[in-house]
C-alpha cells in the first residue's frame, strides 16, 4: 500500500490486513518506523489529528508541528506548494484532512505518501478502519452482519466509506436517514429506523454536519431526536448482543441519548481508542519498511 486516499482502493486483504495489524498492536506488538511524519488539518479535528500523532509516536516517528493559522497557508500558499515544501525539506509522510472533495488528486505528482483524514463529505478511511475493528473484534466476522447507518447520510464521508467497506466484507447494510439527507447515488436500501432496530447487530450513528448545511434550515434537535435519534426506548429495543458507534464528536441528546453514550451496548469511546492502533497499521502499511 503506496498511501490512502478512499477506502475504495482497498481490496478485502488490504482491510483484512490492516485491521488484524491493528489488533496485534493492540496485543502489545511493537514496531519501529524511522521518519517525519506532519498533520495537515485544514479542517478542526480532536480524534484523528490526535490519534495520527500518537500513532507516529508510539511508532517512533518524529513529528513536525504544523498549524494552518500559523502556516504560509495564511499567506495564500496552496495545499500543492504547502505539500511539495515539506515534501523538499525531508518529510516522508502527510496526513491531511480538507474541506474540499478529493483534495489528493491535485498531489499525485508528490513522491512522498498522502493519508487522507478526511475530504468534504467524500471519504474518511482511517475513521472507516477503525470501525471495521471495532466490529471485527465484536463479531469475529462481517459476514451477514447487520448494520445500520443512521442520520446525515449525505454530508458524511464516515458513511461513504463504510457502506464500500462492509458491503465488500459480506455485511448487511441499511440506512436510515430524513429525505433532504439520503444520498442516492449509494446503492443500499433506506429504511425506518423503527422497523430494524430490533434485529441490527450494529447501530451506527452519525453526526448531524451543521458545518456542510450552508445555512439552510435543518431539524429542530428535538424533532430529529425523536424521529431519528437513538433514544432509551430503542436502546431497550436493541439486541443484548447489539453494539451503538457514532464516530464523535457527539451531538448529545440529538443523535443519541445523553445517557446512552456510555451506556453497556456502546462502543463510542472503544472507536476512539481503536483509532491509534488502526492508525499505527495504516502508517506500517504505507511506510513498509518491515519491522526494525
Ligand atoms: N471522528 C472524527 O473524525 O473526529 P474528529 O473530527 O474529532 O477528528
Not at 48 to 72: H, W
Given at each position: ?85 515539506l515534501e523538499s525539506i525531508g518529510v516522508d509522510v502527510l496526513v ?72 465488500k466484507l459480506g455485511a448487511d447494510v441499511k440506512l436510515a436517514a ?115
Open positions: 500500500m503506496k498511501q490512502l486516499h478512499s477506502i475504495d482502493d482497498l481490496s478485502v486483504d488490504d482491510l483484512m490486513n490492516i485491521i488484524n495489524l491493528a489488533i496485534e498492536f493492540k496485543q502489545g506488538k511493537e514496531v519501529k518506523h524511522k521518519g517525519y511524519a506532519v498533520n495537515l488539518f485544514f479542517e478542526n479535528s480532536t480524534r484523528t489529528k490526535c490519534s495520527f500523532e500518537m500513532a507516529e509516536r508510539r511508532l517512533g516517528m518524529d513529528v513536525i508541528p504544523f498549524e494552518t493559522s500559523t502556516s504560509s497557508v495564511a499567506k495564500g500558499e496552496t495545499l500543492y506548494d504547502t505539500c511539495k515544501t491531511i484532512r480538507h474541506p474540499d472533495n478529493a483534495y489528493y488528486e491535485q498531489l499525485q505528482t508528490l513522491t512522498i505518501p498522502v493519508i487522507n483524514a478526511g475530504d468534504g463529505s467524500g471519504q474518511h478511511p482511517s475513521q472507516c478502519l477503525l470501525d471495521l475493528m471495532t466490529i471485527y473484534e465484536e463479531y469475529g466476522t462481517f459476514k451477514d452482519l447487520k448494520v445500520l447507518i443512521c442520520g446525515d447520510i449525505i454530508n458524511s464521508r464516515v458513511a461513504r466509506s463504510n457502506v464500500t467497506a462492509l458491503t430524513p429525505k433532504e439527507w439520503q444520498d442516492t447515488s449509494l446503492e443500499v436500501e433506506y429504511v425506518a429506523i423503527d422497523d430494524v432496530i430490533k434485529d441490527i447487530d450494529v447501530c451506527m450513528l452519525l453526526r448531524i454536519q451543521h458545518e456542510r448545511h450552508d445555512g439552510a434550515k435543518t431539524f429542530e434537535k428535538s424533532h430529529y431526536h425523536i424521529e431519528y435519534g437513538l433514544t432509551g426506548e430503542r436502546y431497550d429495543e436493541l439486541k443484548d448482543s447489539a453494539i451503538i458507534m457514532h464516530p464523535a464528536p457527539v451531538n448529545r441528546g440529538v443523535e443519541i441519548d445523553s445517557e446512552l453514550v456510555e451506556a453497556s451496548k456502546s462502543r463510542i469511546f472503544k472507536q476512539m481508542e481503536n483509532g491509534v492502533f488502526t492508525r499505527m497499521s495504516i502508517l506500517s502499511h504505507i511506510l513498509n519498511k518491515g519491522e526494525k
